[in-house]
T-cell receptor, first 113, second 114 residues
Framework: GDSVTQMEGPVTLSEEAFLTINCTYT??????LFWYVQYPGEGLQLLLK?????DKGSNKGFEATYRKETTSFHLEKGSVQVSDSAVYFC????????????FGKGTHLIIQP | ETGVTQTPRHLVMGMTNKKSLKCEQH?????MYWYKQSAKKPLELMFV???????ENNSVPSRFSPECPNSSHLFLHLHTLQPEDSALYLC?????????????FGDGTRLSIL
């Protein structure tokens, strides 16, 4: 079956540091890939997505590139802020909505001033 | 109000109680989902509805009973729950069932079983 693997953390960085959160996947077919963010007490918000190989999704300074050859979708940001502190989830959808999204366990990111 | 709204935000119930969770989406989407989020575990898909028809029941115990009266509303009826059912229950919706369609989530109902 499909699976997503990401570092769980917590990952602690100083403000303005460079961020990388690794995500690798196994999937049948040709999945679409997503990053979601969850702030304390809230649901998941779509951060960015990519639907085919070499696509780059980007939003709010975050970006991730769909790498089919390495089955990866690493999340990056050049300069993090305290407000970026949250839990980040990598997810894929290979079977259409009927199968829902397959999520990683989430990476807890803490940014210190 | 736009987006996906879930009520109540918090629910505490005994194992013999019956309660319902409600989800409403204001996005004009056709598909709706229930997920369970437990600590230290990936989100688990529970149920999927497309145009009010259930398309997926992911081996969920019968003490959870979904209902989708129309494309905008989704309920999760709860009865005789167990302590391990304590979790955050998230509702989501999407425009269609294609795999490139992102799902939009509500803020969840935090359920605690005494």
């Amino acid at each position: 079956g499909d699976s997503v693997t990401q570092m769980e953390g917590p990952v602690t960085l100083s403000e303005e540091a460079f961020l990388t959160i690794n995500c690798t996947y196994t999937a049948t077919g040709y999945p679409s890939l997503f990053w979601y963010v969850q702030y304390p007490g809230e649901g998941l918000q779509l951060l960015l997505k990519a639907t085919k190989a070499d696509d780059k999704g980007s939003n709010k300074g975050f970006e991730a590139t769909y790498r089919k050859e390495t089955t990866s979708f690493h999340l990056e940001k050049g300069s993090v802020q305290v407000s970026d502190s949250a839990v980040y989830f990598c997810a894929l959808n290979s079977g259409g909505g009927a199968d829902g999204l397959t999520f990683g366990k989430g990476t807890h990111l803490i940014i210190q001033p | 109000e736009t987006g996906v709204t879930q009520t109540p935000r918090h629910l505490v119930m005994g194992m013999t109680n019956k309660k319902s969770l409600k989800c409403e989406q204001h996005l004009g989407h056709n598909a709706m989902y229930w997920y369970k989020q437990s600590a230290k575990k990936p989100l688990e898909l529970m149920f999927v509805y497309n145009f009010k028809e259930q398309t997926e029941n992911n081996s969920v115990p019968s003490r959870f009973s979904p209902e989708c009266p129309n494309s905008s509303h989704l309920f999760l009826h709860l009865h005789t729950l167990q302590p391990e059912d304590s979790a955050l229950y998230l509702c989501a919706s999407s425009q269609g069932m294609e795999n490139n369609q992102p799902q939009h989530f509500g803020d969840g109902t935090r359920l605690s079983i005494l």
